[in-house]
């Protein structure tokens, strides 16, 4: 399965932290979340 996303992209993301607002952004809107909420979680 695609989701745009490369898995060491998203191992990196994942041990080193997400640097970029957008990522966050195409996160939550992937997980059907506002993106006030995606930090809730």
Not at 19 to 32: C, H
């Amino acid at each position: 399965m695609d989701y745009g996303m490369e898995l060491r992209t998203v191992s990196r993301y994942v041990n080193q932290g997400i640097n970029k607002i957008s990522v966050v952004q195409e996160l939550a809107d992937f997980f059907a979340l506002e993106f006030e909420d995606f930090f809730r979680i």
